[in-house]
């Protein structure tokens, strides 16, 4: 199992002390591979950028404008967390429905 997400995250900390065989990858120093950030990006779409942060808000209106995979790219902290893969099934966020698919509470 894998979790991307930021070392200074609160809910990527709650998520990684739930799941401590999960392997963390910090999106902004070790990035999230192509092939899972364009799975990620098929199965949950617009969704997978999180508009409500401050990265967001600094973006002007042609920059967000740009293909969500461009913007992940360069601005790696605007990627909704966690991104949880667990045997090629993927997991956005930590909500109730996330901890249930993955069998923990």
Not at 4 to 29: E, N, Y
Not at 39 to 65: C, I, K, V, Y
Not at 97 to 102: E, K, M, V
Request: aromatic share 6%; glycine share 8%.
């Amino acid at each position: 199992m894998r979790l991307f997400g930021l070392k200074t995250c609160d809910t990527c900390r709650k998520a990684l002390k739930t799941l401590p065989d999960a392997k963390f990858f910090d999106v902004r120093s070790d990035g999230v591979p192509g092939n899972v950030l364009q799975q990620a990006l098929d199965r949950f779409g617009e969704a997978l950028l999180n508009t409500r942060s401050t990265t967001w808000r600094g973006l002007d209106d042609a920059q967000r404008a740009r293909p969500p995979l461009e913007l992940l790219a360069d601005h790696p902290t605007l990627m909704k967390r966690p991104l949880i893969e667990r045997d090629g099934e993927l997991f956005l966020g930590w909500s109730p429905q996330t901890r249930a698919g993955l069998g923990v509470e």
